[in-house]
């Protein structure tokens, strides 16, 4: 797996806790701002790549000028045992990035390794990792990558005895979510924002 490290490994990990979490508990109940560096902490134990907490404090001090997203390390601990809680104890994730290579290499797309694992990232922009099995969305950034690169697949798909309307709609959903992004300019969010601070 082409990870740098397993950092990679760790931030998905990390943002798939944190969806867990606001699946059974809102954001006003526990402040994203702490909940994010506490996952990612989470995730460094979990993915065994683990961040001391004094250092996770001291770069987000060091990142962020506004004192509003700076924590003890106290505070971070704190939320790690109530994360703990909300995601029942279960710090298992099964991510696509397992399959990805495997599968390129068996449909003879090495060429396509760059743009598939792109999608595969991207994805952890949406709730997929919560909705579908991780295999399915490796092999939905695996059709997109053949559809984007004019590969002919089809046999290769078939032989693999999956439902592939699950995985098209899958497909569709990243493509979708890449179609609504495409509205969202960089005037529109600093626009929003200057509204916000009012």
Request: glycine share 2%; proline share 3%; hydrophobic share 45%.
């Amino acid at each position: 797996m082409c990870m740098q490290n397993g950092h990679k490994l760790v931030v998905a990990t990390a943002i798939t806790y944190m969806r867990r979490v606001y699946v059974r508990r809102s954001m006003t109940e526990y402040d994203p701002r702490l909940v994010a560096p506490t996952c990612l902490y989470l995730a460094s134990k979990a993915e065994e790549s683990t961040v001391q907490a004094r250092l996770l404090v001291f770069y987000i001090k060091k990142l962020y000028t506004d004192e509003k997203y700076w924590f003890e390390i106290k505070e971070i601990l704190e939320m790690e045992m109530k994360i703990l809680e909300a995601l029942k104890y279960y710090l298992v994730v099964f991510h696509p990035y397992r399959a990805v290579s495997q599968l390129l290499q068996d449909a003879g797309m090495n060429d396509a390794t760059q743009l598939t694992w792109g999608l595969v990232n991207d994805t952890y922009k949406m709730d997929l990792i919560l909705i579908h099995p991780p295999h399915l969305i490796a092999l939905a950034c695996l059709y997109i990558a053949s559809v984007q690169k004019d590969k002919e697949n089809t046999a290769w798909f078939e032989e693999l005895r999956v439902d592939m309307n699950v995985v098209k709609n899958i497909a569709m959903e990243i493509l979708d979510f890449y179609d609504s992004h495409k509205l969202i300019t960089e005037d529109r969010v600093n626009a929003a924002m200057s509204k916000l601070a009012k």
